[in-house]
């Protein structure tokens, strides 16, 4: 399978930050009624050793979109963990965790991707 190459990441990872932005900026509206519960979307490009993580961390579904480079998409609700954010499938095969600007990825008993990190200053 071809891996996509990292200009495609680059320009997806592009087009998510503009829609978060667009997003926010609409959460702005004072026209906005303020008892409705607007979408918050963060995004993050975790860059790995021969791999990378696009991560869109959706609020107040508490659930992440994930795009692997090995060409998988995933959303992957929020799980219960003692430190940073974690989500898991339901038989928690696959599981997510993220930590400040780290993160990794588990499936079954091995650690996939590593040493994952999001050098962006997107907040």
Not at 80 to 91: H, K, P, V
Request: hydrophobic content about 40%; some cysteine; charged content about 20%.
């Amino acid at each position: 399978m071809k891996k996509p190459s990292i200009l495609i990441i680059s320009v997806v990872a592009l087009i998510l930050i503009v829609t978060s932005i667009f997003v926010i900026l609409q959460s702005n509206n004072k026209d906005a009624n303020p008892t409705t519960v607007l979408a918050r979307n963060i995004t993050a490009v975790f860059e790995c050793p021969n791999k990378s993580i696009i991560a869109i961390f959706r609020l107040p579904q508490d659930t992440v979109d994930l795009y692997l480079s090995d060409g998988r998409e995933l959303i992957l609700p929020r799980a219960i963990s003692a430190d940073g954010a974690r989500y898991a499938n339901t038989d928690e095969s696959l599981v997510f965790w993220n930590k400040g600007n780290t993160a990794f990825i588990e499936e079954g008993n091995m650690t996939t991707y590593q040493d994952c990190v999001d050098n962006s200053t997107q907040n």
